[in-house]
C-alpha cells in the first residue's frame, strides 16, 4: 500500500496544565495504523501494551518481594522476641 496522506499520531495528551484542560493530540507522525486511528512510535497501542505488560509484571514480582521481605522479618522477630538484646549482640550472625 502506498501511503499518500500525511498522518498525525492521534493519542490525546493531557498535560493537566489550565490551558490545556482538554488535551491536545500527540505532534509526531502516525507510522502505525491500529483499528483505523494512527500512532506515533511512542503510541503505538501494541507497544504500549506490551510496555504496560512488562510494568505489571515487574511490580507483581516486587511486590511478591516485598512480601516475602516482610514475612522473613517477621518470622525473626517472633523467634528474636524470646531472645535478650545482650544475647542477639553476642550471638550476631559472625562474617564468613
Ligand atoms: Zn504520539
Redesign the pocket.
Known amino acids: 500500500m502506498v501511503q499518500t496522506k500525511k498522518h498525525q ?1 492521534e ?1 490525546r495528551i493531557y498535560t493537566g496544565a489550565r490551558y490545556d484542560w482538554g488535551g491536545h493530540l ?1 505532534s ?1 507522525k502516525g507510522t502505525i495504523e491500529v483499528d483505523g486511528k494512527w ?2 512510535v ?2 503505538n497501542p501494541v507497544k504500549v501494551k506490551e510496555k504496560n505488560e512488562a510494568k505489571e509484571v515487574k511490580w507483581a514480582r516486587e511486590r511478591q518481594e516485598r512480601k516475602e521481605k516482610e514475612s522473613r522479618l517477621d518470622a525473626e522477630r517472633h523467634y528474636c522476641v524470646k531472645l535478650t538484646t545482650e544475647y542477639l549482640k553476642t550471638h550476631q550472625a559472625e562474617e564468613i
Do not use: D, M, S
Request: glycine fraction near 0%; aromatic fraction near 12%; charge should be positive.
Open positions: 499520531c493519542k500527540c509526531q500512532y506515533c511512542i503510541h
